[in-house]
């Protein structure tokens, strides 16, 4: 299919998703049940499935399609708590100041009122304002606790963040490397602008895998909007983060922390492989990316012994 369709069908998608989205929050329609049985067919039809892959894209409205349960629950957070509320205390405060302008103009009030102090107004007007960030904070804090708090790890990485790049260790595996970013004139086809690195993160599907996060030089962030994590590399301290990818595919983020003149050099590639593809590649990693070459062990422990 022509490029040139193929972004107008995308563009057309993604519209079609915010007005289904607007619809949704005016009619009280499900906007999963207009997505479900009606557009998304059409559209999966038209566009053919491809190889999951989660990068920006041009007019892109929303978040990135969701891998992980974390990023499932921020994504439900945003669509049906924060929107809907968001949307109604902006169409009411709107209404309100119309209906004054109308109500209370010039021509219809000669004399206008003195009136300056009700109390039923005053104490509704900060107890229901209370209520709305209690209805926000306990989904909010639950989300919280879920990120913060990490299931027992099948596999822990460390993202170690440098100007400009990420290096990574596999502590368990002895795998250490760097990925650095792909040049734009060395991009082969498929491989996304400014987010694809020369080696990837390689992770199981299904398994939880703990993050531990650091920095060399200066504070970067490990970010990857799909799995919906985002933390601070510090140097010298250690932060802890964690996801399980529920689907294969290659899921691209970047730095988020404002580290320097290439900040937006030091892109992030993660790809989620089955169980087997996972095991073969550390087999391939440890020889390949090994941590502490044998050999330089095996030297130290020789002179050891003839000293
Ligand atoms: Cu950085």
Redo the contacts with the bound molecule.
Sequence with gaps: MPTILFDFLFKLYTFCQSVAKLTSLSFGIRTTTIMKYFLLPIFTFLLGSSALAEQPKNWQLGYQKSVTPVMDDLVFMHDYILLPIITAISVFVLFLILYAVWKFKASKNPNPTKTSHNTLLEVLWTVIPCLILVVIAIPSFKLLYKQDVIPKADITIKAI?Y??YWGYEYPDQKIAFEATMIETKDLKPGQPRLLATDKHVVVPVNKVVKVLITANDVL??WALPAFGVKRDAVPGRINETWFKAEKEGIFYGQ?S?L?GIK?AF?PITVEVVSEEKYKEWVEMARVKYAMYPEKKFLVKKEQLELN
Aim: aromatic share 10%.
């Design positions: 963040g100007q400009w970067h962030a730095c922390e580290c900040h030091m």
